[in-house]
């Protein structure tokens, strides 16, 4: 008896010393993965980080202007149009010659080329906004072009020429040692819609078509969404067709997104002929795309509240839909947010559907409504991401940033719901 | 939930009946990825500067930009579509069946297709015919025969030994570009015709004819790079011994990070792609529905600002951007005819 108590102990103990060290290894095995993932995360968000923060920033010049109204043929009382059709380009380039030495015709292009195209806009955009201004010196900051806004910020450091030659770096650096060409915090990038030329490129026309994007799939899918989780789970015949049905439900979750856009491009372009590049068909790809994911999350919310609250209210003469509305509905809701909301993030950084509906677009007008064209941010990450100049690398990158930035405030959202709403039995 | 509910039901409701107040008051746009840089330069500044709306412009691949040209007339079709190709003449033949009758042709300018490595490195020079037998699945036998092998040159030196001992290793386009296709017909087929018995198989048997010149190996030596130019440019200066085929807009954008190589002798400049020196280049089109002017608000203009000499001139916006524009006669015989409208074939 006591002989075979120690060979069972011996026998124990020789495989304890393998067991411990196959649980060593297999935590180890555990951090080295969260470790990996970590790094994974790390490496991306720093690479995004250090090559987009500089989008943020703008190369100008310090300028003091004097809206000559001889020249510009204009006074405080000329009418808009003639205000808008002035010869603002003409009044920087006067300013030019006057602060750096030109002769030939070939250095006087090197010179203008410095400032952005843009620059007499916003010479225009002044004085429309206050007419008052023509005949007094205005002193502004223009904008830069890519070439200027590069160098300054990256080769210069470096004693790189990046694309300008001898002389206009000549003229930057009397500008630098006179601190008139400085950097600073791009108000352009957030207020612009798209444009070909990389300083003059923003955000804006692509965060509209976001926000009417996923409001009109918002509009959509929830109530739809919510509407089919609630039938499917309270009142449903439980028979073939609901099962298939819901089958199918769950596998239109797995399909690829692309799959939406053809669908899309088929029944509401083709055959309702709605227009391409909307936020509206935008959108309403969208919804069957996060459809399922939705009916599904709303399903198991509605199934995990007690059958107990149903019970007391059906034992106090409630009827199923009092049932339903009134106790099922309410307690379910943070699931169902929840579950909404991670579609939406979804939808958010999805470019497959959107490509066959024509969201892959350059637009440079902000969107007003959800008829206008428009792209949503996903796309215009990728239109820079292609396009030569060598400026929208970090645009690119810039667009991310505040991409991410969405969908993290997104997911803050939901977890905060679901923290605050979230009832425990 | 009931005021959701109302909205939703408002927008499908107002999805339905779009068609009915939607009428399009912006021009649209599609076509070609490789004139999308050149067309969304000219699309921004007419939006600026005229009374218009900025017309849409989508990057659908010259393709699938003339299928959809093509698919009809009305506002939910394009108005204009651009390509880095003529018309063909079966979409010629769609366009018709389809109600499509009157197209304007529009040529714009040139662009060329470069063959690039890192700047830090000697600057190379291939004939076409090096090229074909550096990138071709099927080549025919060193010995002079006219048997077709598979692909057995492994350096540039086995090719010809004034070249570089170096592994043959090029960045490209996927099948479905543009700038692959043209590089394809351009620079392959230039260089497969040296061999006069691959040159008769055009007439007698295309089929073959098209598979050994337009075939590109896949055993290494030609790496599909994704239709972005900017990845090969930055994948070149990362790597020393490859080379990158991509448009010339982004050689001349990039030009401290890449040089062209020199091809049959001559080198990817702005002037000698211009006056087509320079082998590998084509013209770039756009063609415009007429059924749609003066219905659409702005075509006329967006043409006129388009063919301007300020645009596709010498000095023209569009040359800064890397285009190659074509001489100042053409350029005015071309406007003309566009502000005629003249119809493609007249």
Known sequence: MTDQLTTTRSKVEQGMARRRRAEGRFRLYGVLSVGFGLLCLVVLFGNILSQGSSAFRQTVLQAEILLDQEYLGLNNQSPVNELRNGNYEGLIKQYLRNTAEVSSRSERRALYGLVSVGAHWQLQDAVLANPDLLGSTLSIELIMDDNVDQWFKHERDEGGAGRLNELQLGWLEQWVAEGRLKSRFSTTFFTNGDSREPELAGVHGAIMGTLLTLMVTFLLSFPIGVAAAIYLEEFAPKNRITEIVEININNLAAVPSITFGLLGLAIFINIFGVSRSTPLIGGLVLTLMTLPTIIISGRAAIKSVPPSIREAAFGLGASKMQVVFHHVLPLAMPGMLTGTIIGMAQALGETAPLLMIGMIAFVVDVPGFITDPSTVLPVQIFLWSDSPEQAFTERTSGAIIVLLTFLIMMNTVAVWLRRRLERRW | ?????????????????????????????????????????????????????????????????????????????????????????????????????????????????????????????????????????????????????????????????????????????????????????????????????????????????????????????????????????????????????????????????VQGSLIDGIEPTFDNISSSEYPVSRSLHFYVKKAHVGVIPGIEEFLAEFTSSRAIGEDGYLADKGMIPMDESRRRAMAADVKALTLLGQ
């Open chain 2, 1 to 257: 939930m009931k005021h959701s509910l109302a909205a939703g039901v408002v927008l499908l409701a107002s999805v339905f009946s779009q068609s009915a107040f939607a009428e399009r008051n912006y021009i649209s746009i599609v076509g070609s990825s490789t004139v999308y840089p050149f067309s969304t330069v000219v699309a921004e500044r007419f939006g600026k500067s005229s009374k218009f709306r900025t017309p849409k412009v989508e990057s659908t691949g010259s393709g699938g930009g003339l299928k959809l040209f093509c698919s009809g007339v009305g506002d939910t079709t394009p108005d204009i579509t651009n390509s880095s190709r003529r018309i063909k003449a079966s979409e010629v033949a769609l366009c018709a069946k389809n109600g499509v009758k009157e197209i304007v042709e529009v040529t714009i300018g040139f662009d060329g297709i470069v063959f690039a490595n890192a700047a830090e490195h000697a600057q190379a020079s291939f004939s076409t015919k090096e090229i074909f037998l550096a990138l071709a699945k099927m080549v025919p036998a060193a010995n002079g025969s006219e048997k077709l092998i598979a692909n057995p040159y492994k350096t540039w030196q086995q090719i010809n030994p004034a070249l570089d001992n170096t592994p043959i290793k090029v960045l490209g386009p996927p099948p479905t570009s543009g700038t692959r296709d043209a590089f394809v017909e351009l620079a392959m087929e230039g260089g497969c015709s040296a061999f006069p018995f691959i040159k008769a198989l055009k007439k007698s048997d295309p089929d073959k004819y098209k598979a050994i010149c337009h075939g590109l190996r896949e055993d290494g030596g030609y790496v599909e790079a994704g239709e972005n130019d900017n990845l090969i440019v930055q994948k070149l200066a990362a790597s020393p011994d490859s080379y990158g085929i991509f448009g010339y807009s982004f050689l001349e954008q990039n030009e401290d990070k």
